[in-house]
């Protein structure tokens, strides 16, 4: 008896929809995409869609990201949905005594973000969509393996790494430039532009924790 | 497609998993880098012991300079091994982080105490104090000393043993 129930049950929920991708792809997707892509919940609330046959269009993504989101949501689909929603609330109790961690990617989710590179961009691509479509727990695995990527390595290395052209951080900066406490603070947002050229350019192990 | 096209929700987010001694690297690679590491998000947990995962601060002036600059109005929690306990730290946090409210005194790896005697100002705004006390020294004075600022907090933590 108990099974007819929950057979019922799982065959009158399904609700599928179609997306479709900036290259014209189309897609089916289910309650675990729905669930965790908090721009799609949104969307459907808001256009109450009753034909689910027409495509809905996400014109900023990819088709193979697209697919690769759909992928990561299946496989996380029975995952607690507690990350928490942004680090903007009060609750400054919660995880106060732990620093934030990325080493703490799971073994799935590293060999899924494996597939995605710098070298071809599609490393940015993944998080772009993820950020897109508010994918909380796709944006972190992709979030957290750039930390990874950044950690240990000096501001040069990491312009090497990402191929970013170096931009002299000195106009602009409404910092005070006092040339007698420069000298002594080494705080890098006392420091001249020259000084701090010099230093981008030589490993800068002098910042202030050090 | 590059690292330039994420959103600075995006890099902020990546910010936040690196400690504040790798952000401040990070804030030397560009402009853009530089301006979203003073992001007030990412210097609200402050992290100084080396033993919990935190970072090891081996210069305490050029750390009075950070207090100032970064930590200001975005610092809610912050936690300060034996050695950063002075009173010029004490006195920076006191007058530029009003938002501080649950601040951890490590005392446990002291042999002795700074002098407090010109202690005059300790952070008044401070929901929870935790502190950890040594084994060998008595903390007595000191909290006499910062009792006075307590007023507003709701729980005081005490970890060790205390010694009478």
Redo the contacts between chains.
């Keep these: 008896m108990a099974t007819n129930v929950e057979e019922t049950y799982l065959y009158s929920s399904p609700t599928t929809f179609k997306v479709s991708s900036k290259d014209g792809e189309i897609f089916d997707i289910d309650d675990s995409f729905i669930n965790q892509s908090k721009t799609i919940k949104n969307m459907l609330n808001v256009l109450d869609i009753a034909d689910n046959h027409m495509p809905i269009p996400l014109q900023n993504i990819k088709g193979t990201m697209l697919n690769a989101a759909i992928v990561f949501c299946k496989y996380h689909k029975n995952d607690l949905l507690s990350i928490p929603d942004d ?2 609330e009060d609750d ?2 919660r995880d ?7 080493d703490d990617i799971s073994e799935w989710d590293k060999e899924f973000i494996k597939q995605f590179t ?1 070298e071809e ?2 490393l ?2 993944i ?2 969509a993820a ?1 897109y479509l508010d994918i909380k727990a796709l ?2 695995v992709g ?2 393996t ?3 990527m ?6 040069d290395q ?2 090497q790494m ?8 000195g106009e ?2 409404n910092t005070p430039r006092n040339s007698v406490t420069s000298k ?7 420091l001249t532009t020259q000084e ?1 050229e010099s ?2 350019k030589t490993p ?1 192990p002098e ?4 | ?7 600075d ?2 890099l902020i ?10 952000l ?12 979203l590491s003073k992001n007030g ?1 990412l210097w ?2 402050v ?1 100084l012991r080396p033993e ?8 305490a ?3 009075l ?2 207090i100032s ?1 970064r930590f200001t109005l975005a610092l ?2 912050i ?1 300060l091994p034996m050695d950063l306990i002075t009173v010029d730290i004490l006195h920076e946090l006191a007058n530029k982080c009003p938002n501080l ?2 601040l ?1 005194l490590d005392f446990s790896a002291a042999m002795q105490l700074h002098d407090f005697h010109d202690l005059n100002m300790f952070p008044c705004n401070l929901k ?1 104090i935790c502190i950890c006390l040594s084994d060998v020294i008595f903390l007595e004075g000191f909290m006499r000393k910062i009792y006075p600022y307590l007023s507003s907090l709701d729980i005081l933590h005490i970890i060790g043993k205390l010694t009478f």
């Design positions: 680090e903007d400054f109790e106060a005594y732990e620093p934030r961690r990325s710098v961009g599609t940015f691509d998080i772009m950020n944006l972190a979030c957290k750039i930390a990874n950044v950690r240990g390595k000096n501001s990491v312009r990402f191929n970013i052209s170096y931009d002299p951080p602009g900066l002594e603070s080494g705080d890098n947002q006392l701090k230093r981008c800068s910042l202030m924790y050090d | 497609c590059d690292i330039s096209m994420l959103s929700k995006s987010l990546i910010f936040s998993y690196i400690n504040h001694q790798e401040l690297r990070c804030s030397l690679v560009c402009r853009r880098w530089y301006q998000r609200r947990r992290y919990y995962h935190g970072v090891h601060v081996i210069n002036n050029k750390f300079s950070v600059k809610q929690y936690d409210k649950h951890t929870i």
